[in-house]
């Protein structure tokens, strides 16, 4: 009997030493009473989303212009609102009375929907909480900031500074993380800093390095194709950064650093015993420019006052015993300077009037000349529809001349259309359109 009361005793004993090491490991839980098996088993007491029937608030949401949101009134638990420190203020002020359920009206200009989804996560815990890409994350982020939820925020600057971003989603998170009062992670902080000059170094060695493989590289090799794409998305997308990075002025000054080096190639590489590798300089020339055209007007304008600074490779083409040469550059210069043109033409470039009537006076004989027929190794087919081209980009341009400077280069153009056979009715009908603006 002794030897029964002693084990029953031992038995107790470990339950009660069992039952401790529970409560210290799992505090928040419950065990439920009884001698059964089922002492270890866990019950969790956080308030559930939707679950109406222990709700002791009723939310009713407004839009800024008091518009009443579909779904209203929500039905939720003030436990879990008070990790908000705004519904937490708006709170405490219903706690000396006694009516229940808590009636409170929020006004926002945040979507229904992405409020809601908010107050949702606020039901969940740190570790459970998940986005399914940056927008909504931001979304979220924008409303937690406005509810002042701490661990929502926190988790979302995580989230953000764990991901892939494309640059339209970094300057969303820009955009957005400057305009709300909240302190950064600093991991994420870091991350956005690019004033760091040792990023911007390595951006610029970055470059530099991808398009020095590309002049290097053979042209007969498939893969430069996809090489060209990626280096061209890199830097126009880099071009597209908030100009106070440095970034964006950065990959400007390469890429027409690398456009004014290969015009310098192409003039001192026109010989005829060096035109074994014409495909090469074709994309070393015009490749530079196509990416140019993709950027913005201030670098579309750099590429322009390169040309008109290098004069040397239009003297070049318009020397008469140079006929290789011209045809040579046919395919390269025509469309840099027919994209420079229409630039000019539809406002992309904002130059100002010494420089327009500078490309003009230089360049204008130029692309007379390329579109020559007799300087062709192989007809081009829509030389008609060039001309046409050439003639309205002229016109457009003129037109925003003074009569001073549009006579002078009224001269020179219809010049070169007598002198290389392209029809003169369009330069006749602009000279008319101007006299008569200026009688």
Not at 206 to 216: N, P, W
Not at 231 to 243: H, M, P
Request: proline letters at 3%.
């Amino acid at each position: 009997m002794t030897s029964k009361s002693n084990d029953q005793i031992v038995g107790q004993e470990l339950k009660l030493k069992k039952k401790k090491v529970l409560d210290k490991v799992i505090p928040s839980t419950k065990i439920k009473s009884g001698t059964d098996s089922t002492a270890n088993e866990q019950i969790d007491l956080r308030p559930q989303f939707g679950a109406t029937n222990s709700a002791d608030v009723r939310l009713r949401i407004f839009g800024p212009n008091r518009e009443e949101y579909d779904g209203n009134p929500l039905r939720l638990h003030s436990q879990t609102l008070q990790t908000s420190d705004f519904f937490k203020a708006l709170l405490s002020e219903r706690w000396s009375s006694n009516i229940r359920p808590f009636e409170i009206e929020v006004t926002t200009d945040q979507s229904f929907e992405n409020y809601l989804k908010c107050i949702e996560m606020m039901y969940s815990s740190t570790s459970s909480l998940r986005f399914s890409n940056v927008d909504e994350c931001l979304a979220i982020l924008s409303v937690a900031s406005e509810l002042l939820v701490d661990k929502l925020m926190q988790q979302c600057m995580r989230y953000l500074e764990a991901v892939r971003w494309n640059s339209e989603e970094e300057s969303k998170i820009r955009n957005l993380l400057s305009s709300l009062s909240l302190s950064v992670l600093p991991d994420l902080n870091a991350r956005l800093n690019k004033q760091n000059n040792n990023y911007l170094e390595f951006v610029r060695e970055s470059i530099k390095a991808m398009l020095y493989f590309l002049s290097s590289c053979d042209c007969a090799d498939k893969k430069q194709p996809i090489i060209r794409g990626a280096v061209g998305k890199f830097i126009v997308e880099n071009l597209q950064e908030d100009e106070s990075s440095g970034i964006a002025e950065m990959c400007r000054h390469i890429i027409l650093e690398e456009f004014k080096a290969n015009i310098e190639i192409a003039v001192t590489s026109n010989t005829e015993k060096n035109l074994a590798d014409e495909e090469h300089s074709y994309f070393a020339l015009l490749w530079p420019f196509t990416l140019i055209e993709r950027c913005d007007g201030t670098t579309m304008e750099g590429a322009l006052k390169i040309l008109c600074e290098e004069m040397k490779l239009a003297h070049i083409i318009m020397q008469p015993q140079k006929h290789y040469t011209a045809s040579r550059y046919t395919k390269i210069m025509l469309p840099i300077l027919l994209g420079c043109l229409d630039a000019l033409a539809n406002g992309k470039i904002i130059a100002e009037r010494k420089l327009r009537v500078g490309f003009l006076t230089i360049w204008l004989p130029v692309m007379a000349r390329l579109l020559c027929p007799n300087l062709y190794f192989n007809h081009i087919s829509d030389n008609d529809v060039l001309k046409t081209q050439l003639c309205r980009g002229v016109s457009n341009v003129v037109e925003t001349l003074p009569f001073a400077d549009w006579r002078g280069i009224y001269n020179i153009w219809i010049d070169c259309c007598a002198k290389y056979s392209i029809d003169l009715r369009i330069p006749f009908a602009s000279g008319c359109k101007v006299l008569h603006e200026h009688k």
